[in-house]
């Protein structure tokens, strides 16, 4: 599904990743771990061309096509789909409104007519209650004055209602309590299916423990410097990542 | 232009020191091709300079002891320059100075120190959109230079003191300092003016033009504590190289006319002023500030503030103008002015303005025009504080604010008594507050 | 995100700017006493009118062009403007729409302003005005059943003139400003609308103004008495041909609000803005103003997306206690198109109230000033004022201004003032893009999102249109 292959890029004249090579099969799920400032989240947006974000190197194909020539919005059509770790605010926009025009988009992208409104408001009202988003969320603005929570939790929705063939998840468990951890694991779970594929991209263990991936690997100097099963997680868990950078120098 | 300044000028011209002269003698030439500015002058919209127009004797030079005047000055252990008048006081004022600081008066200046003068005065200052600043020029014969030199760290703050006491006729002087602080110095200056209450009208025109280069950290504060019958007109321009800061703080107790400029002029990328000030007119009193930031370069910051509190029959103006030139993009800047009326016959006219020719800036302002807030004030009564204290105390509240952002702990300490009593005759109203 | 891709995004079509071809009698450029009488004798006023003209026109000439606004253009000869122009066909005046020449039917059809009653939009009556004069008024008599008037000004000077003595100038007087003054002069056509006391309009009153004839000027005059108790909702929409020069529109409104009496008046302003080098284009320099008496309210909503040049201050006086004004803007600019626009606020009364919120979109090269006032009289016990204005920018070669003037001389008024200014950023529009949204689109919506509480106060239909109207003004700004 997802093919990369010795991927470069730099963003601000820096280079990030620094020959990156990944392949994820249809209905996989992956998970991509690193210390701080290793690329993890450059990763994500240079699968979704962020402007600015320059490629230097190297191919990124997607269900047989070359992305890197595409622009955001196509990526998207095709179905990349990119939770972010700090979802941007946009007053006055409401999330409704924004919902209905990107799923409309996507629809048309496939072949599909528009949804008829009261078809839309089933389906967002399934999916806030799978998020456990109170349906006010619909109404305010694009993120506006939510909590960090909310907005990790907005971002799995409107996964939810664009159905993509890949979800790149940029740390989407950080800053997140228990509780709202296991709301966004059971909504991956449950979104997981033989075609769709998702890239986890996280910090911790911790939602390891709530989503099992099928492999783990780390990322350290732009480079993915291992690949294992879950048991990876684990022992990263327990060392650290010092000891693998250590070893990758 | 009408001749009601002509003794001033026709005094500066044959006493100004000879390299000044030409300074004076183009000042003039301007001031007197002006108009004076009047109610459709958009600048002067809301302040008319009619009190202005009076025949002004020349500020002579009076000997007198500072307790006499019933004045006192901050304990603030400074470098202490002080005029009466218009005339430096030797035995006021205290000579030492550290290293790396040079302090001249222009009438002193030797001909190396006023070919360096020169170099920088009347630079910083744009004349033709300040009409006073033309009269300055003109009516200058003495004037203080205060050099930092580069790298300089000033442990004590420079203290210029400008008093203004009796005379037997309505009189005028003219204050004047430059400021040029070298890269990486910094240093802290307290231009402070006070009056003697006086009935007969002094008019002071001043200005001060600061230079703050490429690093430096330039602290200043600018007290105007004539009251009364004690006019001003004036201000302060100053300019900032990369990476300077300037902290200015501005404060006026209001006396029949005050006008104040504050020009900050954005020159270097980096560069970022706080600007903060206070303003309490009553009784009759009229007090305007204009101030300017002028973003002409990228990458700066600024951060304003201005509380006014209006009582009697006074009244206020504020303007407060941020300009983003073209390309000085990611500018920062902030203004926020807050006002109290306190009395049926107060009056408050603000302009918080922003004029932007660049997009990737972030810019606000807000302005508020209110009484005393209604449920504090009860709140302050149903624990048993009586209406008048609670009515100081809020006051002081209101401005406390700004003056807290005061850096200097022995002028902050000057101040708080000060400004406290100001919201009460009664000593005792404030005692919580000083 | 590109300049190229929001250029492309902003740049589409005036959609009004066609020239309908209709055979018109246009005086010839000029003015002097003798055109203010030819265009009274035109109209067969009564003498009052006449001198009521001539004293303005008078007044006019010792007057000067103000120039404290921000925006620079030409210096206006005012004797190269034809002060009068009217279709041919009108020349006997229709007596119904079925006299109204086909051509001039067309026009409006094409604008989306079907005339026919039979076709037009449920519950709107409209009144048309083509170059100087109104060409139909629609639904005349089933307004006149619930005793509204709702007829040309013209026809009002002989069927009302009492009540236009006694109000026409009452609120905007003709020394009021240069352009006023000029209107009181010249003004060939406009609306009158009169509701009685009590009664509630039982339809959405509307106007459109479309100027056709070349190098002519455009001076309607509008005046709306509201009784006693009263309410009454009004939008107006203005459209122009696309035409190399400068064409001048210079409007009076005069609102009366009696007590207990609301107004409600939207503009949807679209007079053709010039091309993207700023050739062409109206100079739309207009006086509104409405005087609230007790617990009145005038509620002021304009969406000005046109005009290469707009000075425009919808202004509320407002009189009587507890009266209320709003005024909720949004301007729009693109390419070189100028705005100073804003409003003023003037608290007499008790406790009388007043909500400003503005939006300000400038793009391309343009240039958006708010200018405000907000005065709170010693009288004005207890008032409130709230403000909030806001400005958009979209690329670097734009500029947004604001100049609020502030004046309180009453201490238990209370007045509130924020402005912000901020740009459409990268981040947003990578967020929207992400989920699959263009460019355009992205813009658009943001844009909207920005105007929406000043939208969410403009009749259902006029809201969905004047969005529309936005995304076609922004077209070529995005980059």
């Known amino acids: 599904m997802l093919k990369i292959e010795n991927l470069h890029a730099s963003v601000e004249g820096k280079d990030i990743l620094k020959g990156l090579t990944l392949t994820v099969g249809a209905g996989e799920v992956h998970a991509i771990m690193g210390p701080n400032g290793s690329g993890k989240s450059t990763l994500g947006h240079v699968l979704a061309g962020r402007p600015g974000y320059t490629v230097t190197a190297g191919t990124v194909e997607f269900l047989g096509q070359n992305v890197l020539e595409m622009e955001t919005e196509e990526r998207a059509h095709l179905g990349i789909f990119l939770a972010f770790q700090y979802p941007v605010e946009i007053p006055g926009v409401s999330n409704m409104e924004f919902l209905k025009a990107s799923v409309d988009t996507m629809r048309e992208q496939r072949g599909l007519t528009p949804l008829d409104a009261v078809s839309f408001m089933k389906q967002a009202r399934e999916a806030c209650a799978a998020v456990d988003l109170e349906l006010d969320f619909l109404k305010r603005g694009v993120n506006e004055g939510f909590s960090g929570g909310e907005k990790k939790r907005n971002e799995l929705m409107q996964m939810m209602l664009l159905e993509p063939r890949l979800a790149v998840m940029d740390e989407t468990d950080s800053g997140l309590d228990i509780d709202a951890l296991q709301v966004v694991a059971q909504g991956v779970n449950t979104m997981r299916a033989a075609d769709r594929s998702f890239i986890l991209v996280t910090h911790y263990q911790r939602l390891l423990e709530y989503i099992e991936p099928d492999f783990v690997h780390v990322l350290a100097g732009g480079r993915i410097v291992r690949s294992g099963d879950k048991s990876l997680a684990l022992e990263l868990e327990e060392k650290g990542y010092a000891w693998l950078e250590d070893e990758v120098a | ?434 | 995100m590109s300049q190229e891709t929001i250029d492309k995004a902003i740049d589409k079509e005036y959609a009004a700017g066609f020239v309908s071809d209709i055979e018109s009698e246009t005086l010839p450029p000029g003015l002097d006493e003798d055109v203010v009488r030819f265009i009274s004798a035109k109209k067969g006023e009564p003498e009052w009118m006449l001198e009521w003209r001539l004293e303005a026109y008078r007044t006019w000439r010792e007057m000067e062009e103000p120039e404290w606004a921000h925006v620079h253009y030409p210096e206006i000869d005012f004797e190269e403007v034809s002060y009068y122009s009217s279709p041919k066909s009108m020349e006997d005046g229709p007596k119904s729409l079925d006299e109204v020449d086909p051509e001039l039917l067309a026009t409006y059809e094409k604008l989306g302003i079907p005339l026919h009653e039979q076709e037009m939009l449920a519950g709107v009556a409209v009144d048309a005005v083509f170059d100087s004069v109104s060409v139909a008024t629609t639904f005349r008599s089933k307004l006149a059943e619930a005793g509204v008037i709702f007829c040309p000004i013209s026809e009002a000077v002989h069927e009302y003139p009492e009540l236009i003595k006694k109000y026409m100038g009452s609120v905007v007087p003709r020394r009021d400003n240069y352009y006023a003054a000029l209107n009181s002069a010249v003004f060939s056509d406009g609306s009158f609308v009169f509701i009685p006391k009590g009664v509630r309009c039982p339809m959405e009153l509307s106007t459109y103004f479309r100027i056709n004839e070349a190098k002519t000027g455009q001076f309607e005059r509008t005046l709306i008495i509201a009784e006693e108790g009263s309410h009454v909702s009004y939008l107006e929409g203005c459209t122009a041909p696309m035409r190399d020069e400068n064409q001048l529109h210079a409007a009076v409104v005069e609102l009366v609000a009696m007590d207990d009496a609301e107004i409600k008046y939207s503009t949807v302003q679209n007079w053709y803005p010039g091309d993207a080098e700023g050739r062409g284009g109206i100079y739309n320099f207009v006086t509104k103003r409405g005087v609230a008496h007790r617990n009145a309210k005038i509620s002021w909503t304009q969406v000005e997306t046109g005009s290469a040049v707009t000075w425009k201050y919808p202004s509320c006086i407002l009189r009587g206690d507890n009266s209320v004004g709003e005024f909720y803007s949004v301007a729009l600019t693109n390419n070189l198109q100028q705005a100073d626009t804003g409003t003023k606020m003037i608290h007499l009364g008790k406790n009388t109230r007043s909500t400003i919120i503005s939006k300000g979109i400038s793009a391309g090269k343009s240039s958006n000033a708010y200018r405000g006032l907000v005065r709170m009289s010693p009288k004005a016990q207890g008032a409130r004022n709230y403000t909030q204005c806001d400005s958009l920018l979209i690329g670097d070669r734009c500029a947004a201004h604001t100049f609020p003037y502030i004046e309180s001389r009453n201490p238990s008024a209370v007045i509130e003032h924020e402005a912000t200014t901020s740009k459409v950023s990268d981040d947003q529009l990578y967020l929207c893009q992400q989920r699959g949204l263009d460019a355009e689109k992205a813009v658009s919506m943001i844009v909207n999102g920005f105007c929406k509480e000043v939208f969410k106060e403009l009749p259902m239909e006029f809201a969905v249109e004047a969005g529309k109207l936005l995304e076609v003004s922004l077209e070529g700004s995005v980059g």
């Open chain 2, 1 to 434: 232009m009408p001749n009601f300044m002509e003794l001033a000028l026709d005094y500066a011209q044959s006493n100004a020191p000879v390299w000044l002269q030409p300074t004076v003698s183009e000042g003039r030439q301007l001031w007197e091709k002006q108009a004076l500015p009047t109610r459709k002058t958009e600048a002067w919209k809301y302040t008319g300079v009619h009190n202005l127009r009076q025949p002004y004797a020349v500020g002579e030079s009076t000997a007198v002891a500072l307790k006499d005047l019933s004045l006192s000055l901050p304990d603030l252990d400074a470098h202490r320059v002080v005029f009466i008048n218009g005339h430096y006081r030797a035995e006021l004022s205290s000579d030492e100075l550290p290293q790396g600081v040079e302090l001249v008066r222009f009438a002193q200046a030797t001909a190396e120190q006023s070919a360096e003068i020169a170099k920088y005065l009347g630079t910083i200052v744009s004349k033709h959109d300040h009409v006073f600043a033309s009269l300055n020029d003109a009516s200058l014969t003495d004037g203080v230079f205060l050099s930092v030199a580069p790298g300089v760290v000033v442990d004590k703050p420079i203290q210029l003191v400008w008093i203004t006491a009796s005379q037997t006729a309505a009189f005028t002087t003219t204050q004047r300092l430059l400021v040029v602080a070298g890269a990486n110095s910094s240093a802290t200056v307290v231009e402070h003016f006070a009056g003697v209450r006086g009935e007969q009208a002094a008019f002071t025109n001043g200005m001060t033009e600061l230079l703050v280069q490429a690093g430096a950290t330039l602290e200043h504060y600018r007290l105007h504590l004539e009251e009364g019958a004690a006019m001003h007109v004036g201000g302060v321009h100053a300019r900032l190289l990369a990476n300077a800061t300037l902290n200015s703080f501005h404060l006026a107790l209001g006396s029949v006319l005050k006008r104040i400029d504050v020009v900050v002029d954005f020159q270097g990328a980096g560069a970022h002023c706080e600007l903060n000030g206070v303003y309490l007119p009553r009784g009759e009193e009229h007090i305007d500030y204009h101030t300017c930031l002028e973003h002409a370069v990228p990458h700066c910051t600024s951060s304003e503030t201005f509380r006014g509190i209006v009582g009697d029959s006074a009244s206020a103006v504020f303007n407060g103008r941020i300009h983003i030139h073209r390309d000085a993009q990611k500018t920062r800047a902030e203004l926020s002015n807050k006002n109290l009326l306190t009395s049926t016959r107060a009056e408050v006219n603000t302009k918080p303005e922003l004029e932007i020719y660049a997009d990737d800036v972030l810019c606000a302002h807000g302005a508020t025009v209110a009484q005393l807030d209604e449920t504090a004030l009860h709140y302050l009564r149903t624990r048993g504080v009586s209406k008048a204290e609670a009515e100081v105390m809020l006051n002081f509240g209101f401005i406390n604010e700004v003056v807290d952002g005061v850096r200097l702990d022995t002028l902050r300490a000057y101040l708080r008594p000060l400004l406290a009593h100001r919201f009460s005759r009664d000593p005792h109203l404030a005692r919580h507050l000083a």
